[in-house]
């Protein structure tokens, strides 16, 4: 409404309000009418001057009303929630972490935890973890840096970038070692490193072209992003990361289309000629419900082998490392079928389900090994800032892909959960891991139990612009 309709719809009451008790003539009336007329146009003329000289999306281009300028230029107030320490006081504005030029943003994560195996296991090693690997031990498993500019197609900008650096255990995890990367100490910090174009086809085509994170697998390399602390099994058997080109394409807006050819898994730099490939379906008919269909194609065999204290002037070297090529190198495949899906049934109850069956072959009439199984989630939000989380997976290792040797793993873990602050998480977990043979470490070198049963404390700190999933 313009501020001339609003103030002619109030003026008859207030010109009542200010006369004497007899209603006015309407003669009189009629003239008053016509005075005020005249200076609500000055004043409308006035206002719109003043948009003209504000730049867009300011507070007076926004609300033309008086009223509606006022709130628009009022200064945010951050909500308080009732159970507070500071609820009594004064709600002050939050600041927001500040992005570099060309919208660049910085954000920082520090994950740590202090854990407890009662296996007391010989050298304090948690047996199958991909992070929490320490016991009674103070540990750092992950600081990172993440710089991002993403695209933004809406101003026109369809190119974009991403690095994290990442450094504690987690990168002697995440980065491999050299029976499946030739030069993991190369790389070892680079976790994520790559360019971003959206192709103007159809839709808009996504193509990255560097190293990522993979999306086999459920779980992810982010703490604050899982619904658990320690991570699956799944999470530790599945890649990693790739290095190549991906692309992405709304086929709808329900069904993306995935698709990436790599140097293989976990292999920054190639070890052999084979390019691997993969190919998925990311549905989401709606806002609750997500479900991905994975397959991955690949051949994860060197056909060469580092001979890092050789002398010989006769191999060839690589960067000054010699080499020595693999005759009749193996060249069984690895085929990778992955399913996951998240349902939040409720705002405060979330159910997810992952399923995977992996066959490699060390030769192509090799018999093949097979790892197989699944995991599933529940997390229930009981307030804003507390949550339950519950997670059950079992993984048959036939072959020992996985572990070495031939068993059945099932864990079980619950999750505590407080959200202290934005962007600071307490986690306190408890974890029992068992198999059908002994395996998990003891106090006595050589001597091996069935099950291990673990009490972790995560403690995440994370800052920066970048909302999650990161």
Not at 42 to 64: C, F, M, N, Y
Not at 117 to 123: T, V
Not at 153 to 174: E, I, N, P, S, Y
Not at 420 to 440: I, T
Request: aromatic share 12%.
């Amino acid at each position: 409404m313009s501020l001339q309709k609003l103030v002619l719809l109030c003026a008859p009451t207030i010109l009542w309000a200010q006369t004497d008790p007899a209603p006015p003539s309407p003669a009189d009336l009629a003239k008053q009418i016509a005075q005020m007329n005249v200076i609500i146009q000055q004043l409308q003329h006035r206002v719109d001057e003043l948009e003209a000289r504000q730049p867009a999306g300011s507070p007076l281009a926004i609300g033309t009303a008086v009223g509606e300028t006022a709130l628009m230029d009022s200064p945010p107030v951050r909500a308080v929630e009732p159970n507070s320490q500071i609820a009594s006081q004064t709600a002050q504005p939050r600041s927001e972490p500040a992005t570099l030029p060309g919208g660049t943003s910085l954000n920082l994560l520090l994950d740590t935890y202090y854990g407890y195996n009662f296996n007391n296991p010989i050298g304090r090693v948690n047996r199958l973890r991909a992070y929490d690997v320490l016991s009674n031990a103070f540990s750092l498993n992950q600081a990172t840096l993440v710089i991002e500019n993403p695209p933004d197609v809406a101003h026109g900008k369809r190119w974009g970038a991403r690095l994290d650096l990442q450094f504690g255990q987690a990168t002697a995890t995440l980065q491999g070692n050299p029976a499946n990367e030739p030069r993991p100490q190369v790389f070892r910090n680079i976790f994520q490193a790559y360019g971003t174009y959206i192709v103007p086809v159809g839709n808009g085509l996504t193509v990255d072209f560097g190293k990522w994170a993979s999306s086999l697998g459920i779980e992810n390399n982010f703490t604050q992003d899982d619904i658990n602390y320690s991570r699956s099994y799944w999470f530790d058997f599945l890649p990693f990361y790739h290095m190549g080109a991906r692309l992405s394409y709304p086929l709808t807006s329900a069904v993306t289309l995935n698709y990436w050819v790599t140097n293989g898994t976990q292999q920054t730099e190639p070890f052999n000629d084979f390019k691997d490939q993969f190919g998925g379906l990311t549905i989401q008919p709606n806002k609750n419900f997500s479900w991905n269909v994975n397959y991955y194609f690949g051949q994860e065999h060197p056909d060469f082998v580092f001979f890092p204290n050789s002398t010989d002037p006769s191999l060839p070297t690589l960067q000054g490392e010699p080499f020595l090529p693999i005759v009749n190198a193996p060249k069984g495949k690895l085929h990778i079928f992955d399913s996951y899906a998240t349902w939040q049934t409720t705002p405060k109850l979330t159910l997810a389900l992952e399923a995977d069956y992996v066959i490699e072959r060390l030769f192509t009439n090799s018999y093949p090994d097979r790892t197989w199984g699944g995991a599933g989630y529940i997390r229930y939000q009981f307030s804003p800032r507390n949550a339950i989380a519950g997670r059950a997976e079992y993984l048959d290792d036939q072959g020992g892909l996985f572990t070495g040797i031939t068993q059945a793993l099932k864990e079980t873990t619950v999750t505590l959960e407080q959200k202290m602050a934005e962007g600071f998480l307490l986690r306190e977990e408890w974890r029992r891991d068992f198999s059908n043979q002994p395996y998990f470490y003891t106090n006595r070198l050589g001597v091996l139990k069935r099950e291990q049963n673990t009490a972790t404390l995560g403690l995440v700190w994370w800052f920066g612009p970048k909302k999650s999933p990161w």
